[in-house]
């Protein structure tokens, strides 16, 4: 982009910008006769279902208190001491975010407002288990609804044959640490639809689904919203670094592998006013892909539509494409990272300096690795103990102050031509000539 401003071209950032194509709208009409299929027909079509897309059928879909106990009996040592780091940090970062249970407003003497949190009754968490086993994901969803105050938490995940027909030993270990006992083998939008309808004998509905998966669960998400709450509509993984000359390319080289590791469609891109940043990394890139296990992955990731370079006059404009773009993860790689940080107003989540990388994230910053993606940071959030939370505001008057503001209710009323909203007041005072 470099020379295009001053030359007078307009430059639509968004759409310039390189980023995966993902038709959520397409795959409903895949994921429809699904849900209704688990909607009308319950275990059996999670039967068929689970033979179709899974390949397994496991012998119970809920799995047992044995199963759960036994993987955490036999989890590595090092692997629980870094999981619970990683509940630890969430925890305590979790409890901030959590906040005061209610607010009282008077807004007049005897004319009071609380507003008040209350957390959602029961909610269903969508563990990935496809390309990699995402144990992480159930710390990033279970602790936020523990410390929202959630009462019944149930966590899925999809059947793995290699573990017949159970979850990852690793998802379930977790669960066992955290004390969620209601734990299910069902993957895919059968999962979502389970939860949204419940099915007799094995799952009650729940209120909330939140959790990251591929199209078809983000489609099924998107298809049964409004009978269940949702999370997001969460698409391909993605990372933008923002980086001057300044940068380390190695670290930035190993950030944009990292992300391309997710997924074939994972996009990472680079945004720096540096050409020779820019030839650094892109020569730094394939001897460490060389070093790494997912290659072929990696580099269909990187060589695909939705990563590149992107090459800008300077940082301002640099900060005007990162903000367009709304990544999922924002890298930021200058000089002076933190004051620039504070300056970005689209993104997921914002890793500042070269010693934040998006991988510690994804662990145990403590911080949420449950983002907004496909530019939709612009105007959502990630997933945190407020996702849990619904906000209600109970309003309390006595006669006094709904007296006062009588007259304001009744010409409001008339001004939308609601006249019974006005009568619903006036006939409380009909009996004091003292209140006009």
């Given at each position: 982009?470099?020379?295009?401003?001053?030359?007078?071209?307009?430059?639509?950032?968004?759409?310039?910008?390189?980023?995966?194509?993902?038709?959520?709208?397409?795959?409903?009409?895949?994921?429809?006769p699904?849900?209704?299929?688990?909607?009308?027909?319950?275990?059996?079509?999670?039967?068929?279902?689970?033979?179709?897309?899974?390949?397994?059928?496991?012998?119970?879909?809920?799995?047992?208190?044995?199963?759960?106990?036994?993987?955490?009996?036999?989890l590595?040592?090092?692997?629980?001491?870094?999981?619970?780091?990683?509940?630890?940090?969430?925890?305590?970062?979790?409890?901030a975010?959590?906040g005061?249970?209610?607010?009282?407003?008077?807004?007049?003497?005897?004319?009071?407002?609380?507003?008040?949190?209350?957390?959602?009754?029961?909610?269903?968490?969508?563990?990935?288990?496809?390309?990699?086993?995402l144990?992480?994901?159930?710390?990033?969803?279970?602790?936020?609804?523990?410390?929202?105050?959630?009462?019944?938490?149930?966590?899925?995940?999809?059947?793995?044959?290699?573990?017949?027909?159970?979850?990852?030993?690793?998802?379930?270990?977790?669960?066992?640490?955290?004390?969620?006992?209601?734990?299910?083998?069902?993957?895919?939008?059968?999962?979502?639809?389970?939860?949204?309808?419940?099915?007799?004998?094995?799952?009650?509905?729940?209120?909330?689904?939140?959790?990251?998966?591929?199209?078809?669960?983000?489609?099924?998400?998107?298809?049964?919203?409004?009978?269940?709450?949702?999370?997001?509509?969460?698409?391909?993984?993605?990372?933008?670094?923002?980086?001057?000359?300044?940068?380390?390319?190695?670290?930035?080289?190993?950030?944009?592998?990292?992300?391309?590791?997710?997924?074939?469609?994972?996009?990472?891109?680079?945004?720096?006013?540096s050409?020779?940043?820019?030839?650094?990394?892109?020569?730094?890139?394939?001897?460490?892909?060389?070093?790494?296990?997912?290659?072929?992955?990696?580099?269909?990731?990187?060589?695909?539509?939705?990563?590149?370079?992107?090459?800008?006059?300077?940082?301002?404009?640099?900060?005007?494409?990162?903000?367009?773009?709304?990544?999922?993860?924002?890298?930021?790689?200058?000089?002076?990272?933190?004051?620039?940080?504070q300056?970005?107003?689209?993104?997921?989540?914002?890793?500042?300096?070269?010693?934040?990388?998006?991988?510690?994230?994804?662990?145990?910053?403590?911080?949420?690795?449950?983002?907004?993606?496909?530019?939709?940071?612009?105007?959502s959030?990630?997933?945190?103990?407020?996702?849990?939370?619904?906000?209600?505001?109970?309003?309390?008057?006595?006669?006094?102050?709904?007296a006062?503001?009588?007259?304001?209710?009744?010409?409001?009323?008339?001004?939308?031509?609601?006249?019974?909203?006005?009568?619903?007041?006036?006939?409380?005072?009909?009996?004091?000539?003292?209140?006009?």
């Amino acid at each position: 982009m470099r020379g295009r401003l001053a030359a007078g071209e307009t430059l639509d950032y968004r759409r310039i910008v390189p980023r995966a194509p993902f038709d959520v709208a397409a795959a409903m009409a895949a994921v429809a006769p699904v849900c209704e299929d688990v909607a009308t027909r319950g275990l059996d079509a999670l039967t068929e279902l689970s033979e179709k897309f899974d390949g397994v059928v496991p012998e119970h879909f809920r799995v047992p208190a044995e199963a759960l106990a036994e993987a955490e009996a036999q989890l590595d040592p090092e692997v629980r001491a870094a999981f619970e780091v990683a509940i630890e940090r969430r925890r305590v970062v979790a409890q901030a975010e959590r906040g005061d249970d209610s607010v009282a407003v008077d807004v007049a003497p005897g004319a009071r407002v609380i507003h008040k949190t209350i957390p959602v009754n029961r909610v269903g968490l969508y563990v990935p288990g496809g390309l990699a086993p995402l144990s992480s994901s159930v710390i990033m969803n279970v602790v936020p609804a523990q410390v929202a105050g959630v009462k019944s938490i149930a966590v899925t995940s999809p059947p793995q044959k290699e573990f017949g027909g159970l979850p990852h030993p690793s998802i379930l270990a977790l669960c066992r640490i955290l004390g969620v006992e209601e734990v299910y083998a069902v993957g895919g939008a059968q999962a979502v639809a389970m939860f949204a309808y419940g099915v007799p004998g094995l799952c009650e509905p729940v209120d909330l689904v939140t959790g990251p998966g591929n199209i078809y669960v983000v489609a099924a998400k998107r298809l049964l919203k409004g009978r269940i709450g949702i999370d997001s509509e969460a698409g391909p993984t993605e990372i933008a670094i923002l980086a001057d000359a300044s940068a380390d390319p190695d670290h930035v080289a190993a950030d944009l592998i990292s992300q391309a590791e997710h997924d074939p469609l994972a996009g990472s891109v680079l945004v720096t006013d540096s050409p020779e940043l820019a030839e650094r990394v892109a020569a730094a890139i394939e001897p460490q892909i060389g070093r790494t296990l997912h290659q072929e992955r990696i580099r269909t990731a990187l060589t695909g539509e939705q990563s590149g370079i992107v090459l800008v006059d300077d940082l301002e404009q640099g900060l005007a494409v990162v903000d367009a773009y709304g990544a999922e993860h924002l890298e930021i790689h200058t000089a002076g990272a933190f004051d620039l940080a504070q300056r970005v107003t689209n993104a997921g989540a914002i890793f500042v300096g070269t010693y934040s990388p998006v991988s510690l994230g994804d662990y145990c910053a403590g911080s949420t690795h449950v983002l907004p993606t496909a530019g939709a940071a612009a105007h959502s959030s990630g997933l945190t103990v407020q996702s849990f939370l619904r906000q209600v505001h109970v309003i309390n008057y006595s006669a006094d102050a709904l007296a006062d503001v009588k007259k304001t209710v009744e010409v409001f009323a008339r001004a939308e031509n609601l006249p019974a909203h006005g009568a619903a007041v006036t006939v409380r005072f009909a009996d004091d000539p003292s209140i006009s």
